[in-house]
């Protein structure tokens, strides 16, 4: 059984950029969800997908969005970059509703940094 | 909306030591409650999860507790090791209209001196 894996590890944008980043949900998962850590602070909600639809969103602006494939795997895209964008973005999948307690696996993280 | 506390920020102990993790949370409707140890740099590991119905939980050296009616849950990290040095993570999984969302605590920076 694969992990949750995330790409690219690192990356360099300068402000005004889109960028991409991507997900692979763990085998058996159909839930992602992304969240966002600044430097020395806890992650916060991004938004989760399930099914390939949007299933909740935090307090984060429209240049977020994101997708899931039939696959299950997501992509977070953020356009319009700016400074503050600068952190470790955090992808997590978990099983349906229900099963397996709802327990959430994370991937290893994207660093972004924004000049 | 939920807020989740951790206590304290930083905690640096000799190897050995037993230590406890304190956090808190606001609101009681939670589902689970879960424990992280994030390396720096990189992703976050689940090392123990409660769900809302339970007490506590062990794992080898680690035992989390809940007390969901007041908002607090422990980990207790038993001798301690340099290895343990890490910073941890509180997090609780409500259910919402549409989805579900973990709310996170600040993370306790723990270094174990040899």
């Known amino acids: 059984e694969t992990g949750v894996t995330q790409s690219p590890t690192h990356l360099i944008k300068t402000r005004g950029q889109q960028v991409t980043l991507r997900c692979s949900s763990q085998?058996?998962?159909?839930?992602v969800s992304w969240y966002q850590q600044a430097l020395g602070q806890g992650p916060q909600f991004i938004f989760q997908?399930?099914?390939?639809?949007?299933?909740g969103r935090g307090n984060f602006p429209p240049r977020f969005s994101g997708l899931q494939f039939p696959n299950y795997s997501s992509e977070l895209n953020v356009n319009a970059l700016e400074l503050d964008d600068s952190a470790l973005y955090l992808c997590?999948?978990?099983?349906?509703?229900?099963?397996?307690?709802?327990?959430?696996?994370f991937g290893p993280g994207t660093r972004l940094t924004v000049l | 909306k939920q807020e989740v506390t951790q206590i304290p920020a930083a905690l640096s102990v000799p190897e050995g030591e037993n230590l406890v993790l304190n956090c808190s949370f606001t609101?009681?409707?939670?589902?689970?409650l879960q424990w992280f140890r994030q390396d720096p740099g990189k992703g976050l590991t689940s090392l123990l999860l409660?769900?809302?119905?339970?007490r506590e939980q062990t794992s080898g050296r680690l035992n989390a507790s809940l007390d969901k009616s007041s908002g607090r849950s422990t980990l207790y990290i038993a001798a301690s090791q340099p290895g343990d040095s890490a910073t941890y993570l509180c997090?609780?999984?409500?259910?919402?209209?549409?989805?579900?969302?973990?709310?996170f605590g600040e993370g306790t920076q723990l270094t174990v001196n040899p």
């Open positions: 997590a999948s978990s099983s349906p509703w229900g099963a397996t307690y709802n327990e959430q696996f």
């Open positions: 085998s058996g998962h159909n839930t």
């Open positions: 997908y399930y099914r390939e639809e949007e299933n």
């Open positions: 609101d009681s409707a939670i589902y689970n």
């Open positions: 409660i769900q809302s119905s339970q």
């Open positions: 997090a609780v999984l409500a259910r919402e209209t549409s989805g579900s969302r973990l709310t």
